[in-house]
């Protein structure tokens, strides 16, 4: 039985609501993003646009592949962080990113007014380590 990153998910969250999963992740993103981490793909095949509240009050939402793209176009978060792909908010100005930063590959947040890898800080190794294991939590 495959455990999923939702069943394990940190129980200081509290799931606000859920999409219907997709299948199509990777092939939607490879086309606009070269680095697309593969528990953003697993958990897009568990549900999409999921909103996520933890504990301390910290909101995240994880969006749909179509809205990674919406919100990459709409903001051009690749054209000013080469290489990142966008896959999440925090609600209230910040962009979740997973990108090649200055503390290697990992989730990083940045404010959507200020774009620039250099003004990207560290959030956690991977969004499994986020959502299941909290890591991070506190910098979002």
Same mark, same amino acid.
């Given at each position: 039985?495959? $455990?999923?990153? *939702? %069943?394990?998910?940190?129980?200081?969250? !509290?799931?606000?609501?859920? +999409?219907?999963?997709?299948?199509?992740?990777?092939?939607?993103?490879?086309?606009?993003?070269?680095?697309?981490?593969?528990?953003?793909?697993?958990?897009?095949?568990? =549900?999409?646009?999921?909103? *996520?509240?933890?504990?301390? +009050? $910290?909101?995240?939402?994880?969006?749909?592949?179509?809205?990674?793209? %919406?919100?990459?176009?709409?903001?051009?978060?690749? !054209?000013?962080?080469?290489?990142?792909?966008?896959? +999440?908010?925090?609600?209230?100005? !910040?962009?979740?990113?997973?990108?090649?930063?200055?503390?290697? $590959?990992?989730?990083? =947040?940045?404010?959507?007014?200020? *774009?620039?890898?250099?003004? =990207?800080?560290?959030?956690?190794?991977?969004? !499994?380590?986020?959502?299941?294991?909290?890591? +991070?939590?506190?910098? *979002?």
């Amino acid at each position: 039985v495959l $455990v999923t990153i *939702l %069943d394990r998910l940190n129980p200081l969250f !509290t799931v606000l609501s859920l +999409g219907p999963p997709t299948g199509a992740s990777a092939k939607i993103l490879g086309r606009t993003f070269g680095l697309i981490p593969d528990d953003y793909i697993q958990l897009m095949s568990e =549900a999409t646009e999921i909103e *996520l509240a933890h504990e301390n +009050g $910290v909101y995240i939402r994880i969006w749909h592949p179509e809205g990674c793209i %919406d919100m990459n176009e709409g903001y051009e978060i690749s !054209t000013h962080i080469k290489g990142a792909f966008p896959l +999440g908010d925090n609600g209230g100005g !910040t962009v979740l990113i997973y990108v090649n930063g200055m503390l290697g $590959v990992g989730l990083y =947040a940045v404010t959507y007014g200020n *774009l620039d890898i250099e003004e =990207a800080h560290w959030v956690a190794p991977s969004l !499994t380590a986020l959502l299941v294991d909290a890591v +991070g939590i506190e910098l *979002l």
